[in-house]
């Protein structure tokens, strides 16, 4: 069975704060991707990794940046939260190259930025 | 444009009803797609890949691929009432990622 675990369920953050949002598969799988979901506009892409180090921005990049130190491994930065990134955040991860596409995804973060 | 196109919805059909999802996608989407089923509060889970052109079935699911009209369907026969939930369209973008439509929230009524 394939595992996507995300930090935290839900999480409430000031305006101007640093959040971390972290992503663990353990699947071996070696795309990470970062989404965010909200009413009416569907998923979204910030940011996915095909390998440790390597980083493209989707998207919407603009106010996050991301880490992937080790292949299961992938996080979100919010280098500075504002209320505009008050979403639900969703991680995934999937094979590369390997004639199979399809995305698994953790349970979601619920960040709300006051 | 938008690479990945959904009618937004909502749509409801009554239970034992075929319900009809439908999906349009530009040229940078290539010839991958995929139907994610979300129930509310929870994260999408793949339910269909299509990657030929024609009708894939799997169950009550089956998904259409119209490659020349560069549409996908999902149609899910005899709806049941635990089938009411929003329904995701994506394709395949680039070598990696993946690009999905708004979603198509479906409620099935008894």
């Known amino acids: 069975d394939v595992k996507v675990t995300q930090s935290s369920r839900y999480l409430v953050k000031r305006t101007g704060e640093k959040v971390f949002l972290e992503c663990v598969q353990d699947?071996?799988?070696?795309?990470m991707f970062w989404y965010r979901q909200d009413p009416g506009l569907g998923l979204r892409l910030i940011y996915f990794?095909?390998?440790?180090?390597?980083?493209e921005k989707g998207d919407i990049p603009e106010g996050y940046s991301v880490s992937r130190e080790k292949k299961e491994r992938f996080s979100l930065i919010l280098e500075s939260a504002s209320t505009n990134q008050t979403s639900m955040y969703l991680c995934?991860?999937?094979?590369?190259?390997?004639?199979?596409?399809?995305?698994?995804f953790g349970p979601g973060t619920r960040l709300t930025v006051t | 444009q938008k690479e990945v196109e959904q009618n937004s919805g909502p749509l409801s059909v009554p239970e034992g009803a075929i319900a009809s999802l439908n999906c349009t996608y530009s040229?940078?989407?290539?010839?991958?797609f995929f139907w994610y089923r979300q129930y509310s509060g929870k994260s999408p889970e793949l339910i269909m890949s299509?990657?030929?052109?024609g009708d894939k079935e799997d169950g009550r699911f089956t998904a259409q691929l119209n490659k020349a009209s560069q549409y996908v369907s999902l149609l899910i026969r005899d709806s049941q009432p635990s089938d009411s939930a929003t329904y995701l369209c994506?394709?395949?973008?680039?070598?990696?990622?993946?690009?999905f439509g708004a979603g198509t929230r479906l409620t099935v009524k008894p």
């Open positions: 995934a991860s999937s094979f590369r190259d390997r004639g199979s596409y399809e995305q698994y």
């Open positions: 699947m071996d799988h070696e795309n």
């Open positions: 990794s095909y390998d440790v180090k390597m980083k």
């Open positions: 040229d940078r989407v290539s010839q991958s």
């Open positions: 299509i990657y030929s052109n």
């Open positions: 994506a394709g395949k973008y680039n070598n990696n990622d993946m690009r």
